[in-house]
């Protein structure tokens, strides 16, 4: 069974094509990186799969189920979590709120009107562990918008995490980012769990290669190569559009 | 969270020795105070901590105030099913104007919630032979409620006012502080978010507003009780207006500083009326310097005073 398969996905904006019969597929544990140019597709492609666009044509299944008209929250009671570019974040609540909000996300209480959430104890336990675990226990009560912008990657891709998803997709986790930043969020990427299955976008090469097990390459909208990581780094037409040959 | 609890029952003390004190007069503005505060903090469970901007809550208010009235008039003063009626249509009004309000954003959730409310206020208005137009609904009844009391009484009306006060302060803090209510901040704070999370953003919203229209029907009720009297007025847009500032000049996304609010624009209300009949410019100064010298109202200024960030 695959994690997830797209099967010949596109989309239009207006007259503009952003996607064209894109299809590929992700084995449960596998991790993939979207490579290619800007404009090429890879955030529309994450806001299909995740719901935020409904696609002009095309099926997404995931772990077999057909998702494809399903609503983005319902995708993520699923298994399906994700990051974004332009990170979003609660930018007043603290770091320990925020986190606890991503666990209540997919509790049984997280409807629950007349019990205070304080009384949940497994919510806090499981926050706390998480904050501990990654590092960010001495910025549990921050507030978020005060945090530096290295922190507050951290702090998305923790959100992400913290209802430990069956797929994740990453959008550019480490765009912006210092050299040493960069190299913390890779780290913690590497650590995620083996049975996350993580589709990653990034500009990096080195970074992206990295982190994954194979490669897809889109441009203006089609897939234009997949395959190994060493393949990709040979491919001449991937060499040609992203890496800016001469005779491109 | 204890120095809460201890802060919450002193107030309460205070506000339940203060009958002892106040002149009958003094005492019905205390108890106008204390329903405005009811509205004002369920206007602020939508705009302080879902983030909703609502310019019709006066419909929820006025329709409750409405069903009450007519009842108590045309059918029976019987408080066990007026109140329950008041509180019921309220919160079916705001579950059919949600249905449209929630579709908007931003501004325009301003814009249609302000016109939903002046549909009322046209019905208010209009359908003479029903809600008596212009001259509003006089001599609405207070209930019997067979106690010893007769809620006729100043003093007994104040205590009926300040159950009803303590329960919606206690629901409302048991609200905010529940996964619901957490999840309602969340929401204000980044939509997109939460709905990556897995929450059902919209019924989060839904309910809220509902919640919301039904605590402002609450207020209506106790008012049209207090005042005897309702109008067109209180469906009005002025009057969502004055409850939205109430909110901010509190402290909006604060449980109580909205009730304080309240209690401000009622006493000032009181006094200006008073020396002149420009009542609404100073309401429009009040908000200018509130806006600039206490964006985050007064509970905000009087955190930042004693060190504390802001929420």
Redesign the interface.
Known sequence: MTALEIDKLTHTFGGLTALSDVSLAVAPGERLAIIGPNGAGKTTLFNIV?G?FRPSAGRIRLFGQDVTRL???RR??LGL??T?QIS??????TVL??V???V????P??????????S?GH?LKRAESLLADWDLADRAHQ?TRQLSYGEQRQVELL??L??APRVLLLDEPTAGLSPAETASVAEMIRRFSRDTTILLIEHDMDVALDLVDRVTVLFQGRVLAEGSKDAIRSDPKVAAIYFGADDA | MKTRVASGAAALAVLIALPAVLSSYQLSLLTKMLIFGIFAMSLDLLLGYAGLPSLGHAAYFGVAAYTVGLLALRVANNFWIDFPAGLLVAGAVSALFGLFALRTRGSYFLMITLALGQVLWGIAFGWRSLTGGDDGLPRVPRPDLSLPWKLTGGVPFYYFVLVFFTLAVGALALIVASPFGRALVGIRESERRMEVLGYDVWRYKYVAFILAGVFAGLAGNLFVYFNGFVSPSYLNILFSASALLMVILGGSGTLLGPAIGAAVIVGLENFISGYMERWVLVLGVIYVLVTLFAPNGLVGLVRQRLGHSPP
């Not at chain 1, 209480?109 to 959430?117: D, E, K, Q, S």
């Open positions: 995740t935020i609503p983005v929250h993520a009671q979590a994700r974004f979003t974040l609660f930018p007043k609540l709120d925020s606890l909000l991503a209540q996300g997919l509790d209480a997280r409807f629950t009107l007349h019990r205070r959430r304080a949940y919510l507030v959100l992400a913290a209802g």
